[in-house]
């Protein structure tokens, strides 16, 4: 269960740890109540700053992905209870649609990425 | 009876001295373990040992000789004053200095080090990958071991009270308790000490990250055994006192010195299994390709040094311009401190009593 970081990736590191850890929900790593570390252990097992990480989890807490319990850390949330409009969910794939797009790719070279990484996730998921 | 404490104390002082030698040669060797294209862990250039590296390994080699520096005249007053368990504190102090000595003689050999390093290799990686998977203390314990302390540090605790109360008049209560409840003290530091073994995490970098998590695990396994063995020896002293002080003064003598020949024993095996284990974690680190992290906090620009302060970094120990420094804004050093500082305060109560 390892959650990367890439100095040469263009997204900043906040983002890094809330992708990384959305990952890991996704593939069924972190399983619905699972403890994640508190923002100040992860921020000096990582070496990075206390707002790096606060940020990513306020962003994870956004998402519904984790519940913030004062006093007692996060916890990963469970999947059935976010309730984000289907706008919202579909934004995040016509983004990356748009990209793969714009890279120059076909559409059928595009759905069997899509099918490949979908089924990736989806191999480790429960 | 202090005739044969004295003895032991010798013993245990010289013992400590054939210890020493064998690390001074494996401390010695470290710096080329990896090889000639290596200075610890930093991948210098093929002329670094006919040139400036010679002058930086036997500079190394010279520190590695401070404690024993510090340890001859400080011996030789013990010897003249005649106080000889003043040693055993001596090896307690010398303990603690050389390993303070070499991590900070390691960290300063590699940063003279580095500019004669190969360009390619001092680059950072690019990715590194953090450990997320759970681990608890109670993971890495053996109950049948925990109940056995716990069983036997009971079972002492009551024969003492019971010996206590039997005659409380004649009884000192810090003579009494005063040795087992420090030795509990120390129980309870190991107890901690285990606890942030098992919850420290580093990043690794992510080309090799399985041979580095490896290594990493063992290493910890190793410092919760170390930890393990001596919490069972602190556990062995608290049990061994209330024998100690029910004996009757014909069988004291014999008692005592059969209880510090095992010690002796003990330590001896003890000395030996370490050595071993260690040559077998060095080849599992072996097996890694030591490089440069990125530093993502900055902390090659802080240039406080032994100590800092900075809140927004939450480790332990920041590695800055002229060193690692031990960060006041972390958690554990207040606690490190409050635990030092109970124990220097038990002594004082102790002493006082006395």
Known sequence: MLLTIDTNDPRPIYQQVADGIKELIARGKLAEGASLPPVRQLAADLGVNLNTIATAYHELQKDGLIVVKHGSGSVVASLTSTERSHDELVRPLRTALT???????SSSKILSMVVRELSTVGKESK | MLTHINQYAVMFYILFWVI????CIRRGRQPLLRGKEWFFNVHVQPDFYTGEGRKILHRYWMRMLIPI???????IAIFWSGRLLLLNWLILGLCALIHINHSYSVDLAERQARPFAVPEAEQPVASVALSLTPRRLRDYSNPRFERVLAISTVLALAWLVRYYFAAPAHHNLRMVFGAPVILLYLQLGLLWVKRVVVAWRTPVPQEQASEHLEAREETRKHYLLVCDVHRAAATAGVLFWPIELSLSPASFDSVITAWLAFWLVFTIAGTVWLEIRRKQLVKIALRTRPVKLPDLLRQSEIARWPVCYQPSAPMLMLK??????????????????AY???????????????
């Open chain 1, 99 to 105: 990209e793969l797009v714009l890279a120059g790719l």
């Open chain 2, 20 to 23: 020493r030698i064998n690390g």
């Open chain 2, 320 to 337: 800055g311009a002229h060193g690692y420094s031990l960060n006041l804004a972390n958690t554990l050093t207040y606690l490190g401190a």
């Open chain 2, 340 to 354: 030092m500082a109970g124990l220097v305060a038990l002594f004082a109560l102790l002493r006082m009593g006395r």
């Open chain 2, 69 to 75: 520096a510090v340890d001859i005249p400080l011996a």
